[in-house]
């Protein structure tokens, strides 16, 4: 196929802030993992399937199946749509409290 580009599970952008390795990160509507550290705006290398441990709202409960939402501003899982970015599914449940989620991130949204 002479049009195909890539595979697209990975791809490589602007960081829109600093990163550590594993962060989330969001830009646009692109969701991603980060594969390194970068500064802000440096380029980066985002994963955009896959599954993946990140920080979520201690207070939320997850159960399997459960849609999960990029909260942004302190960078972090959420439950709650409004304002905030579909990621992709919890293959975990989370109790309250608990600070972490394991998320199957959907690169497709």
Excluded: C, H
């Amino acid at each position: 196929m002479k049009n195909f580009v890539q595979a697209g599970v990975s791809l490589t952008l602007a960081a829109p802030y600093s990163l550590t390795s594993g962060q989330g990160a969001l830009v646009g509507s692109i969701f991603g993992v980060a594969n390194g550290a970068a500064a802000s705006g440096a380029e980066v290398v985002l994963t955009l399937a896959g599954v993946f441990d990140l920080p979520k709202v201690s207070t939320d409960v997850l159960t399997v199946g459960a849609t999960v939402y990029w909260d942004d501003s302190p960078g972090i899982v959420t439950t709650t749509a409004a304002g905030n970015i579909k990621i992709g599914v919890a293959v975990l449940a989370a109790a309250n409290p608990s600070g972490v989620a394991r998320v199957r991130v959907n690169g497709a949204f």
